[in-house]
């Protein structure tokens, strides 16, 4: 198995410039997660999917900020328009349910470094 | 609400020493809890979890972690650190939901040689 895949490994824009994050889930996986990762602010869940469907988008900071799962092998972050306080690393996870209890265990893919100069 | 505190966010041990990252959950429902590391510019991987089959949980790279409902902590320990473990390693605990992981800030190890 692949894992989770994320692209761009890293990005680097200007303020004021859409950017797109891609995140490919675990095959077969049914919830996928969106992480921001940044020294002052830690780990933080932004949006969670199951089933392609948005459950809770309460991390969301802002309306710059959009998600979303056409499918389930694909999943967007969009910022539209970033700014430098956007700069972080952004984590896409998924995990699996089944049938069979996974204990709620995730698997994180290894993160998009985004710069916003 | 369910929550981690990690106490230490900076461990410093010396090379062949113990590790002990300390880690305390508040829950409503009984708890999964786990362990993630994450190495500089890289995700989170999971080392080891607690699913109520055994208190004593062995994880990767000689990791350990105890759970003690009574204390209400789940503590992560290795008898001998590497210099391949220094990383930051995150507590996490089930969502009252069951469908998140409430994490930990984290607490980042540095062994020295």
């Known amino acids: 198995d692949a894992g989770v895949i994320q692209s761009p490994r890293h990005e680097v824009t200007e303020m004021g410039q859409e950017v797109t994050l891609r995140c490919k889930p675990i095959s077969g996986h049914d919830y996928l997660f969106w992480y921001r990762q940044t020294m002052m602010r830690g780990l933080e869940l932004l949006i969670y999917?199951?089933?392609?469907?948005?459950?809770?988008d309460s991390g969301m900071p802002e309306d710059r900020f959009s998600a979303k799962m056409p499918n389930a092998s694909f999943s967007t972050l969009k910022i539209q328009p970033s700014e430098p306080r956007d700069s972080a690393v952004y984590f896409c996870?998924?995990?699996?349910?089944?049938?069979?209890?996974?204990?709620?265990?995730?698997?994180f893919g290894p993160g998009t470094r985004l710069t916003v100069l | 609400a369910q929550s981690v505190t990690q106490l230490g966010s900076h461990v410093s041990v010396s090379e062949g020493a113990l590790v002990l990252l300390r880690c305390n959950y508040s829950?409503?429902?009984?708890?999964?809890l786990f362990w993630y590391v994450q190495y500089p510019n890289q995700g989170l991987q999971l080392l080891l979890k607690y699913t109520s089959a055994a208190t004593l949980v062995k994880g990767i790279n000689g990791f350990e972690a105890e759970f003690k409902k009574s204390e209400t902590s789940f503590h992560l320990t290795k008898p001998s650190a590497h210099m391949s473990d220094a990383a930051e390693y995150f507590c996490?605990?089930?969502?009252?939901?069951?469908?998140?992981?409430?994490f930990g800030a984290g607490t980042i190890l540095r062994v020295k040689s």
């Open positions: 829950s409503s429902v009984p708890p999964y």
């Open positions: 996490a605990v089930t969502s009252s939901d069951g469908n998140k992981l409430v």
């Open positions: 996870a998924s995990r699996g349910t089944s049938g069979v209890r996974t204990y709620n265990e995730q698997f």
């Open positions: 999917f199951n089933n392609n469907v948005p459950i809770d």
